[in-house]
Each structure stands twice: as structure tokens, then as C-alpha cells.
């Protein structure tokens, strides 16, 4: 095992956050024994159409929340700050200028691994990081030219199954209960109490 740090870069719009984002960070971080997960909210990402329902404000607020007791995982608002659409190899030159004696790697899912060579400057993000790919039980194959580590790790939770069952039910197994009485509280994406 090398002695550099390692951390890894894990983006998305967190709207809200779930126990499914939580149980990837874990499952990556034991895999690869990472130092550190670093939480990115993006305002909007390029490859979804629609904007996050909550505010940039209640979705780092959700965030600081599920991960209080989790003293490996920090918090970035640094794509909070920069222009739309958030693109990953801005933010991985921005860290790896954070970083610059650690080993970065960034966290995607399956379906986002797969349409990678369609993301902007993908050849120079594969300079940056390696990848971490969460599968839900399906094939991944290797890249050419990028660095790659594959994980299985199943969870049924949903931020859009969230948001749309919101009006009549949270799935509070789904949500930190610190997220989800934020949720009622603010009464957001529609919750009624």
C-alpha cells in the first residue's frame, strides 16, 4: 500500500442526501482503505436537466447533518461557487491542488461509468483520479485509459423516490432521522408535517 493520502472526490446534487450515499462512501473507503471522502454538491450537474429542489443552503445543511458523526467525511461547497453546469474536472484540478501529495479518486455510479468518455475533458480527469465505480448488481468494464476500481454495493434509496413520495410518506429508512426532521421541518419537496 503506498503512504500518499488518499481521497476521494464524491460528487452529486445530494437532493436530499440518503443512507445510499452514505453506504457507497463506507463501502469505498473500507475497500480502499481511503483517508477521507469529500462530499461535492454540485448546483447542477451537466448530465440532468432538471435543478435541485432544495436549495444550495438546505442541501449542505442536510449533508452536515448525515455526516456529523463521521469524522472521515468533509463537506466541499466549492461547485456551490462556481458557474453552472458543475463539471468533475474543474473540481478535480481544484483538488488536486487542495490535495497535492494525496491520491485522488473520484466516486461514480454504474450508469455514469458507462457514458464517461461523453463527460467534458474526460482524458485529462483520468490524468487526475482514478475511479471508483458502484455497481447495483450490474457489469462494469474497464475503460481504456482510465485508472478503475469496481464495487458492488446494493441500497434501495432514491432521492427522486424521496423527493416524489415526500407529499404523503418519507421512506424514513432511506434518511438519516437528523435529514428527514429537517425535511418535515422545512417542509420540503412537498412534505406536509
Not at 429542489?53 to 455526516?67: E, G, H, T
Amino acid at each position: 500500500m503506498d503512504s500518499a493520502r488518499r481521497v476521494a472526490l464524491f460528487g452529486g446534487t445530494f437532493d436530499p442526501v440518503h443512507e445510499g450515499h452514505l453506504s457507497i462512501a463506507r463501502a469505498a473507503r473500507e475497500s480502499l482503505e481511503l483517508d477521507q471522502v469529500v462530499f461535492i454538491p454540485c448546483r447542477q450537474s451537466p448530465h440532468k436537466m432538471d435543478h435541485p429542489l432544495a436549495s444550495d443552503d438546505q442541501r449542505i445543511d442536510m449533508l452536515s447533518l448525515a455526516l456529523s458523526h463521521e469524522a472521515w467525511a468533509l463537506i466541499s461547497e466549492m461547485e456551490m461557487h462556481l458557474p453552472p453546469p458543475s463539471y468533475s474536472w474543474v473540481t478535480a484540478e481544484a483538488m488536486s491542488e487542495i490535495y497535492p501529495d494525496s491520491r485522488l479518486f473520484w466516486i461514480v455510479g454504474s450508469d455514469q461509468w458507462s457514458v464517461i468518455q461523453t463527460w467534458a475533458r474526460p482524458e485529462y480527469l483520468a490524468d487526475l483520479v482514478e475511479f471508483i465505480v458502484l455497481g447495483r448488481g450490474d457489469e462494469m468494464q474497464p475503460q481504456p485509459g482510465f485508472r478503475s476500481h469496481f464495487l458492488q454495493e446494493e441500497h434501495p434509496a432514491s432521492a427522486g423516490e424521496i423527493r416524489s413520495s415526500a407529499r404523503n410518506s418519507l421512506p424514513g429508512q432511506w434518511l438519516h432521522p437528523d435529514v428527514e426532521a429537517y425535511i418535515r421541518r422545512h417542509r420540503l419537496y412537498g412534505c406536509r408535517s
